[in-house]
């Protein structure tokens, strides 16, 4: 994957600090596997020959095991528009993409090292007014899913009451990331209708996290795709310090008016909402919390892979980015191919170039871009000026794509896109 040109210059002193982390220079999805996870390599090989039968591959187990189950969104396959219909009689059965990440929980480790590095690295320990016991243990908490030990080669059994169908399906072997990623179908019920939701577990880990959802979402309606760094949330991508002290030691903060702009277009829309970042999975109780706190629940999309160290977190956020998310909606894409999208998005990184890469690609399905200027965050001129939004939106009616700073300027732009479903 070929990475974007714009990024922040990796800090000396952010280097020299993190001797007790494990750094690599190489393109970060070409980077071999840390020493302690590169047998997972060869057990992922061996479960995918021998399956059921692989003698490594074990069921999670409550008692070593921290196992996450994420959120997802349900839907139906169908063909495009313009495509030869499935006959109305056949029913269209269900399917969703579940998500699990599985750790080691006796194989974390000692995070005081990394937690006291970032604390010097942003100035944290000489500010005044603040309580270092409290924003240690803030980070602390959030550093701990990076360095856990993942779990490759394990199964777990998934868990679902669908208007009283109980369905039990078996899940993995775990990659060698320790994520079990795999599409289930769950059956052609007829009396699931479009935003119905239902709780999913794994036997035996119940109250490791959040309780999940999954979101049923019908072929034809709206759907969202949003960013989340520096769009919905102060990130301040821009920055490395800014991302540390935002994702570390900051509670995270709402941009102003998103959350009452996305209620608006919950009420006026009823779109189907997935939130695309390129952040790493290990973030993703994190933004989870943040999402159900001020935003309407959807479905997260996060990066699959970990990062051992502090610059390469900072290049998940920068690098790459306009490849990974043109990747992840060519996905959702498959999914809900009739669904008209709305992608909101921000100036700082590549936001306006990848959705212009989709629309361009397809035209009848992308149907509004709104891109937030970001002035809140330092060096932004260049990204900010006319001419690299006009450059990345080449070839895009201009109806069909706006910039804004106050999110009060989208009301009319959203009220514009429900006339199509009287239209319609």
């Given at each position: 994957?070929?990475?974007?040109?714009?990024?922040?210059?990796?800090?000396?002193?952010?280097?020299?600090?993190?001797?007790?982390?494990k750094r690599t220079s190489e393109d970060p999805d070409e980077r071999p596997a840390p020493p302690e996870r590169r047998g997972s390599s060869f057990m992922k090989f061996v479960a995918s020959i021998l399956g059921s039968k692989n003698p490594i591959t074990h069921p999670a187990d409550p008692?070593?095991?921290?196992?996450?189950?994420?959120?997802?969104?349900?839907?139906?396959?169908?063909?495009?528009?313009?495509?030869?219909?499935?006959?109305a009689e056949e029913p269209v059965p269900w399917q969703a993409e579940f998500v699990s990440?599985?750790?080691?929980?006796q194989g974390r480790k000692d995070v005081g090292n990394l937690v006291a590095s970032i604390a010097d690295y942003i100035g944290l320990d000489g500010e005044s007014g603040i309580s270092v016991s409290e924003v240690h243990e803030r980070i602390s908490a959030r550093v701990q899913p990076f360095v856990d030990v993942v779990s490759p080669g394990r199964t777990a059994t998934l868990e679902l009451d669908i208007n009283g169908d109980i369905q039990s399906h078996q899940m993995g072997p775990?990659?060698?990331?320790?994520?079990?990623?795999?599409?289930?179908?769950?059956g052609t019920s007829t009396h699931i209708s479009d935003r119905s939701v239902v709780q999913p577990t794994l036997t035996g880990f119940g109250n490791t996290m959040p309780a999940p959802k999954t979101h049923f979402a019908t072929p034809e309606g709206w759907l969202v795709i949003s960013?989340?760094?520096d769009t919905i949330k102060h990130t301040m991508t821009m920055e490395a310090t800014g991302i540390l002290r935002t994702t570390f030691t900051e509670q995270p903060v709402p941009i102003t008016g998103m959350p009452e702009f996305y209620r608006y277009v919950q009420e006026e829309l009823h779109p189907a909402w997935f939130y695309l970042s390129a952040s790493p999975y290990n973030?993703?109780?994190?933004?989870?919390?943040?999402?159900?706190?001020?935003y309407v629940p959807g479905t997260l999309v996060l990066r699959d892979y970990s990062w051992l160290d502090v610059n390469g977190l900072i290049k998940s956020f920068t690098e790459g980015t306009q490849e990974y998310k043109t990747d992840r909606m060519e996905k959702i894409r498959t999914w809900f191919p009739r669904r008209r999208v709305i992608c909101i998005g921000d100036s700082t990184q590549r936001d306006?170039?990848?959705?212009?890469?989709?629309?361009?690609?397809?035209?009848?399905?992308?149907?509004?871009?709104?891109i937030r200027k970001v002035k809140d965050?330092?060096?932004?001129?260049?990204?900010?000026?006319?001419?690299?939004?006009?450059?990345?939106?080449?070839?895009?009616?201009?109806?069909?794509?706006?910039?804004?700073?106050?999110?009060?300027?989208?009301y009319d732009f959203v009220d514009q896109l429900g006339m199509e479903d009287q239209v319609l």
């Open positions: 994957m070929s990475h974007d040109s714009d990024k922040p210059s990796d800090s000396p002193a952010l280097e020299n600090r993190q001797d007790d982390v008692q070593t095991n921290t196992v996450w189950l994420l959120d997802n969104t349900a839907y139906q396959p169908v063909p495009e528009l313009g495509s030869e219909d499935q006959s990440c599985i750790f080691e929980t775990s990659d060698r990331n320790g994520i079990i990623c795999q599409t289930i179908e769950l960013d989340i760094d973030l993703y109780k994190f933004l989870h919390d943040f999402l159900h706190q001020y306006p170039e990848a959705y212009a890469e989709m629309y361009r690609k397809y035209p009848e399905w992308i149907h509004a871009i709104a965050v330092a060096h932004m001129e260049e990204r900010n000026k006319d001419e690299r939004f006009e450059q990345a939106f080449q070839g895009v009616p201009s109806e069909v794509w706006t910039v804004f700073e106050d999110p009060v300027e989208l």
